[in-house]
Antibody, heavy 121, light 107 residues
Framework: QVQLQESGPGLVTPSGTLTLACRVS?????????WSWIRQPPGKGLEWIGE???????HYSPSLRSRVTLSVDKSKNQLSLKLTSVTAADAAVYYC??????????????WGPGLLVTVSP | SYELTQPPSVSVFPGQTARITCSGH??????AHWYQQKPGQAPVVIIY???KRPSGIPARFSASSSGTIATLTISGVQAEDEADYYC???????????FGPGTKVTV
């Protein structure tokens, strides 16, 4: 049974860089799955950040494309998210998820519990 | 960029039917997926590819899609169905995914 667990700093300073990891257990990041990152500001809706394949291929949200980088580390069996130039608007619960894709359509079938990230000086 | 539209809230009495719509111009070309999120929990997919229900999801959850509108139906709503519901799809060129703004179902 695949399980995901996000980790990283719970507090980031404005204009800094947010780096998060997502450890995968019960499965392998090198499998033929897309892996997504989604975030949710407190009290607000879900926002899709992007997705990454083990080959390094990525898709990003147009609104975050200039600031975000997703990657896969097969040696650690984990995913990584890097978000630069953070502002208060980036404060959110960040989720990683394993996607299921078929017929050119993907949905996030397995989610991590999420990690709250606060942006403050 | 591409956006999906959902009603902010739906109220329904126990045992009644709740319907939640999701509107988007690319829906004729792209599948819609639906998630349920309860407070303090990660979302759970309840419908994928317009109308497929994952194992373990009760049969009272169903969905359809026609033209630019996808619809999630909860038949015989139970108190435990009180949650936020999000649709998710992709832009017409399938280059990125989007979530709808979410609909709060109050029972």
């Amino acid at each position: 049974q695949v399980q995901l667990q996000e980790s990283g700093p719970g507090l980031v300073t404005p204009s800094g860089t947010l780096t998060l990891a997502c450890r995968v257990s019960g499965g392998f990041v090198g499998s033929d799955n897309w892996w997504s990152w989604i975030r949710q500001p407190p009290g607000k809706g879900l926002e899709w950040i992007g997705e990454v394949l083990h080959t390094g291929r990525t898709h990003y949200s147009p609104s975050l494309r200039s600031r975000v980088t997703l990657s896969v580390d097969k040696s650690k069996n984990q995913l990584s998210l890097k978000l630069t130039s953070v502002t208060a608007a980036d404060a959110a619960v960040y989720y990683c998820a394993r996607d299921s894709c078929s017929e050119m359509s993907c949905y996030s079938e397995i989610w991590g519990p999420g990690l709250l990230v606060t942006v403050s000086p | 960029s591409y956006e999906l539209t959902q009603p902010p809230s739906v109220s329904v009495f126990p045992g009644q039917t709740a319907r939640i719509t999701c509107s988007g111009h690319a829906l004729p070309k792209q599948y819609a997926h639906w998630y349920q999120q309860k407070p303090g929990q990660a979302p759970v997919v309840i419908i994928y590819k317009d109308n497929k229900r994952p194992s373990g999801i009760p049969a009272r959850f169903s969905a359809s899609s026609s033209g630019t509108i996808a619809t999630l139906t909860i038949s015989g709503v139970q108190a435990e169905d009180e949650a936020d519901y999000y649709c998710q799809s992709a832009d017409s060129s399938d280059s990125y995914r989007v979530f709808g703004p979410g609909t709060k179902v109050t029972v």
